[in-house]
């Protein structure tokens, strides 16, 4: 007998659930139909916005960019410089190549 109430209880829990959704839903599309002029609108200057951002945005980027790479190299110089010149040092012993 338990078995039937929890399957009743189960079948009426889904259908409450799938009726809320569904009217969610109509009511949903109904208000993103009624507010598309505005969606547009607000794609449209969005877009504007972004023609006139993005190169501002990309020249900011590139410059972080730049001060971010030399503040991780900088580190690096001490090294570089050792490198350089037991590259020279080298470069000098070495005979000439023949052409």
Do not use: D, S
Request: net charge positive; no cysteine.
């Amino acid at each position: 007998m338990a078995f039937l109430v929890l399957g009743g209880l189960t079948f009426a829990a889904i259908a409450v659930f799938l009726t809320v959704a569904l009217v969610g839903t109509i009511i949903h599309l109904a208000v993103r139909l009624i507010l598309l002029p505005l969606l547009l609108l607000k794609w449209i200057i969005a877009g504007i916005v972004m023609l006139v951002v993005g190169p501002i945005l990309l020249v900011v980027g590139i410059v972080g960019f730049v001060v971010a790479a030399i503040a991780l190299a900088l580190p690096l110089l001490p090294l570089l410089l050792v490198a350089g010149i037991i590259w020279m040092i080298v470069r000098a012993n070495r005979p000439p190549a023949v052409a």
